[in-house]
Nanobody, 123 residues
Framework: QVRLLESGGGSVQAGGSLRLSCTASGYNYDTYSLGWFRQAPGQEREGVAT???????RYAEFVNGRFTISRDNAVNTLYLQMNSLKPEDTAMYYC?????????????????WGQGTQVTVSS
């Protein structure tokens, strides 16, 4: 069974940084495409960044060079380095996975999800 566990969320002031991690178990990690999505209260869950099993990354436009997604297949971990955080980045951040796949920023393409980690950015 695929399991995803996020960590690294917290509260920071605008302009600060956070590094999210997602540790996976239960599958051949390096054959899966992975992504970070987020959901703010009352809003739809949206894609933030994705990375396919070849290491190709894709970012949402609102990222604008502030975030970096990476994966370490040796330790089955996905990362999201977030810099220059803004109050509008406040949301629950979720890790997602799909076998094979691509780096599409489409929620419906992913069939495994973590429980989420909260990110709060104050002004």
């Amino acid at each position: 069974q695929v399991r995803l566990l996020e960590s690294g969320g917290g509260s920071v002031q605008a302009g600060g940084s956070l590094r999210l991690s997602c540790t996976a178990s239960g599958y051949n990690y390096d054959t899966y495409s992975l992504g970070w999505f987020r959901q703010a209260p009352g809003q739809e869950r949206e894609g933030v960044a994705t990375i396919d099993h070849y290491g190709g990354a894709r970012y949402a436009e609102f990222v604008n060079g502030r975030f970096t997604i990476s994966r370490d297949n040796a330790v089955n971990t996905l990362y999201l380095q977030m810099n220059s955080l803004k109050p509008e980045d406040t949301a629950m951040y979720y890790c997602a996975a799909v076998r094979g796949g691509s780096n599409e920023l489409v929620r419906g393409k992913y069939n495994y999800w973590g429980q989420g980690t909260q990110v709060t950015v104050s002004s």
